[in-house]
Nanobody
Framework: QVQLEESGGDFVQPGGSLRLSCVATGKTFDIAAMGWFRQPPGKARELVATITTGGTTNYGDSLKGRFTISRDNAKGTLYLQMNRLQPDDTATYYC?????????WGQGTQVTVSS
């Protein structure tokens, strides 16, 4: 099993930046890929970005350029650098990990962008 814990969510003004972290514990050596998803209030969960063990990344529509996903395999930690945040980025952000055919999820961290 893999356990995931997100942190770094906060209240930020439009145009600001945040960096989210997700620490993976347990059988982390079996993780093939990790990702960030978000769920805005009243909406479905959507893709933010994913990254494989080899470093191949994939981003949701219109987020590349403002958001950057990275991972430190040695530390078992996934990051999401978010710049030029806008109110539409307000959401609960979740990290996940793919282990063979299983997907593990964290509990989420709240990001609120408002003036």
């Amino acid at each position: 099993q893999v356990q995931l814990e997100e942190s770094g969510g906060d209240f930020v003004q439009p145009g600001g930046s945040l960096r989210l972290s997700c620490v993976a514990t347990g059988k982390t050596f079996d993780i093939a890929a990790m990702g960030w998803f978000r769920q805005p209030p009243g909406k479905a969960r959507e893709l933010v970005a994913t990254i494989t063990t080899g470093g191949t990344t994939n981003y949701g529509d219109s987020l590349k350029g403002r958001f950057t996903i990275s991972r430190d395999n040695a530390k078992g930690t996934l990051y999401l650098q978010m710049n030029r945040l806008q109110p539409d980025d307000t959401a609960t952000y979740y990290c996940n990990a793919l282990v063979r055919t299983l997907v593990y999820w964290g509990q989420g961290t709240q990001v609120t962008v408002s003036s």
